[in-house]
């Protein structure tokens, strides 16, 4: 849907960048906002890992949203955006002493501990600064998702979280140690979760769990849930916003709660896929022996997805409305994975026009590199432009 861009704009902007629809963004927000507001004790904390742009950052920042971040860097970008370090959760397999120190020092909300050995050093660490932390336990349920294998994280065999029959020994670990506060228990079974099933097999495990933690007299004040929602690659445009609504009542139909209890949230994806777009030029259109090639200046580099997941992104020629042809969308990368696409329908491209790789907004311009020493595409935002 060629309307949408500022295309003459975008005629004057160097190319590969990320184009990001701050209006769908703040209408993303809003939805979110009022879906958590029908249900008591929702929080909601965005996953930096998505898009840390600093005025992305800075947009979610003022919707009144926590962070969920997974590096020290992380932390100093949602500090630097304006996210209150009482908001942030740090989570993370391998925190290094300087990020645990970093989160001390702001005396983030919770660090989610993924290991005793872990949980030793932060215990440490915060004594040596007269300080106590706030612990959560990641805790791996062994619960699928239909997703992609390397986007699932909740099964035995993951590298994530506390092993499902180690929650009691970790619990009473942390009950020894004086630097710590116990504050609740972690999950996240995956990304790009369609299957509200999948949640709700998350929420029975849960249940069980808190059973089980209710014959011990163990009072957990924090339920965190991760996030995983999807959104759909497929159809942008028609669905620009994810099911909010059916997301957040799997929880509150299906997850049994305590008293007082809260439930933490980590989107990431479901907030800002949808508002942003890869820009790229068309190079060269090639004729190969059995199949036309669309070459662009933007590749792996600056989207690696495809490569990494195979995975799939609306791609549409914003400078065409002739009648379509069939290409192979593919990048300027010295790698034979440098292709964005295989055998779509494009309107006939010609050199210069710009191409638009569609749901962009998550795990793309934060996961660009410099290799072939390109350099790192730019972000802009409709508000600027």
């Not at 030029?281 to 195979?310: N, S």
Request: net charge negative; with cysteine.
């Amino acid at each position: 849907m060629k309307g949408i861009f500022p295309i003459d704009k975008f005629k004057t902007l160097a190319t590969p960048f990320y184009y990001y629809d701050t209006a769908l963004l703040r209408d993303t927000l809003r939805i979110i906002s009022e879906q958590l507001a029908k249900h008591e004790g929702f929080i909601m904390h965005y996953a930096v890992k998505a898009n840390a742009n600093p005025k992305i950052l800075g947009i979610i920042a003022q919707a009144g949203f926590g962070a969920d971040c997974v590096s020290g860097g992380e932390i100093r970008a949602a500090l630097n955006a304006g996210f209150p370090a009482s908001k942030i959760v740090y989570a993370g397999v391998g925190k290094s002493d300087w990020e645990i120190n970093l989160g001390l020092d702001n005396d983030i909300f919770c660090f989610n501990v993924e290991s005793i050995p872990e949980l030793e050093i932060i215990n440490e660490l915060a004594g040596e600064k007269g300080k106590k932390a706030n612990v959560a336990f990641r805790i791996n349920p062994d619960v699928g998702a239909h997703t992609h294998a390397n986007i699932t994280t909740g099964l035995a065999e993951n590298k994530f979280g506390i092993a499902l029959g180690d929650i009691e020994n970790v619990i009473e670990e942390a009950s020894k140690m004086e630097n710590i506060v116990f504050k609740g228990l972690h999950f996240h079974i995956g990304s790009q979760i369609l299957d509200m099933g999948d949640f709700e097999a998350l929420c029975n495990r849960i249940n069980d769990i808190q059973n089980f933690m209710d014959k011990r007299h163990v009072k957990i004040e924090n339920i965190n849930v991760g996030g995983g929602l999807g959104v759909s690659y497929d159809h942008p445009n028609r669905q620009p916003v994810p099911d909010f609504a059916a997301y957040f009542d799997t929880y509150a139909n299906h997850l049994h709660l305590r008293q007082g209890q809260s439930v933490h949230f980590e989107l990431g994806r479901a907030v800002v896929a949808q508002m942003g777009s890869l820009i790229t030029k068309t190079l060269y259109v090639k004729q190969g022996t059995h199949k036309k090639f669309c070459i662009v200046d933007g590749g792996m580099t600056d989207l690696i997805r495809p490569a990494l997941y195979h995975a799939f992104h609306k791609i549409e020629n914003i400078s065409s409305d002739e009648e379509n042809e069939t290409y192979d969308v593919v990048g300027p990368i010295c790698e034979s994975s440098d292709v964005f696409a295989k055998a779509i329908d494009l309107n006939k491209c010609y050199r210069g026009d710009l191409i638009a790789l569609r749901s962009a907004g998550a795990y793309g311009e934060i996961m660009a590199s410099g290799y072939n020493c390109r350099p790192l595409p730019k972000g802009y935002t409709s508000d600027e432009l």
